[in-house]
């Protein structure tokens, strides 16, 4: 069974940056696609960004390009989300998934104004 556990969240100024890590195990880290979720108050968990496993091709929603940026380590199993230039409304928790059924916990950013 997919393990996903998700590390980097935290209390950050607005124009500050964070890194979001997400170590996998249990499966073929290296045949997953793997994503980035967030689930901001009394929203959706909408796709925040997706990076694919033939290629490390990313994927970005519109309200992020340019700011944040998703990267994999095969070897180390893991995931990694970049985040520059946050703003308030980046405050959400992040989950990582692996392209299929499996999601992490959740870690919280919370970006101040």
């Known amino acids: 069974q997919v393990q996903l556990v998700e590390s980097g969240g935290g209390l950050v100024q607005a124009g500050g940056s964070l890194r979001l890590s997400c170590a996998c195990s249990?499966?073929?880290?290296?045949?997953?696609?793997m994503g980035w979720f967030r689930r901001a108050p009394g929203k959706e968990r909408d796709l925040v960004a997706a990076?694919?496993?033939?290629?490390?091709?990313?994927y970005y929603v519109d309200s992020v390009k340019g700011r944040f940026t998703i990267s994999r380590d095969n070897d180390k199993n893991t995931v990694y989300l970049q985040m520059t230039g946050l703003k308030p409304e980046d405050t959400a928790v992040y989950y990582c998934?692996?392209?299929?059924?499996?999601w992490g916990q959740g870690t919280q950013v919370t970006v101040s104004s």
């Open positions: 998934w692996d392209g299929r059924d499996s």
């Open positions: 249990g499966g073929t880290f290296s045949v997953y696609h």
């Open positions: 990076i694919t496993w033939t290629d490390g091709k990313p």
